[in-house]
């Protein structure tokens, strides 16, 4: 008997909108592009992850969370979704992580310009009271006294906000790291204002947080740092 070779979903390419949402060869769930991560073929046999979803050739997408990828990996699965003899090794998962921490950076910066990110616990606290924050960040190791002071302040919002949500709160990087990935703009505490970059900011900070298996800062009265 001739075996079947499984087909995994894939695309035609970064141009294809043949449907407006796409599966996970990983889980065989379908969701929007904004919650999966498009992986190409590249020119030396490798796959490729393509954030900006621009990559020319045929593609196919894993849901962001760092186990699908790995998962991914371990069963071969980039090889049949792409119909091509690529290579897939255990650094993919890392190189999509150090991707998408550089991406969050970056909008970071374009949102700062833009004058839609602030940073300073004095200026991230007002942003909070003032519910101008779309979402407030803090250094991993940030001295838990100021996280205090500005959950303290999300909390009080919350009260007062239409909605009564929780203005989010991440803590994606160290003060060490985030002085690799932002130089003189590395901050202890920070906030993204209301503004198209500013939800890019906290669109990326989601992804990167879903990706890591983050478990959310909550202001609950402790700053505890995120489960990684």
């Known amino acids: ?84 003899e690529v290579k897939a090794e255990t650094a993919l998962v890392d190189e999509v992580d150090r991707l998408l921490a550089e991406q969050l950076a970056g909008m970071m910066n374009m949102a700062r310009k833009a004058g839609q990110f602030v940073s300073g616990a004095t200026k991230t606290e007002q942003a909070v009271r003032g519910l101008a924050a779309l979402g407030v960040f803090h250094a991993i190791d940030a001295a838990a006294d100021g996280v205090r002071k500005i959950d303290q302040a999300r909390k009080a919002m919350s009260f007062v906000a239409d909605d009564e949500t929780e203005i989010p709160a991440f803590r994606p990087f160290a003060t060490a790291e985030m002085e690799g990935l932002l130089g003189s703009n590395a901050f202890i505490h920070a906030a993204a204002l209301a503004g198209q970059a500013g939800e890019g900011v906290v669109k990326r900070a989601i992804m990167l947080e879903k990706y890591r298996g983050s478990v959310p800062v909550r202001a609950e009265g402790g700053a505890d740092k995120p489960q990684q």
Do not use: H, N, Y
Request: charged share 35%; aromatic share 4%.
């Open 1 to 84: 008997m001739t075996a079947v070779t499984e087909i995994l979903p894939s695309d035609k390419g970064p141009k294809d909108r043949s449907g407006s949402s796409r599966t996970c060869i990983v889980t065989r769930e379908s969701g929007s592009p904004d919650e999966l991560i498009r992986f190409v073929a590249g020119p030396d046999g490798r796959v490729v992850p393509d954030l900006k979803r621009q990559l020319p050739g045929r593609g196919c997408w894993v849901r962001a969370e760092r186990r699908l990828v790995e998962k991914a990996v371990a069963k071969k699965l980039f090889a049949r979704a792409l119909r091509a």
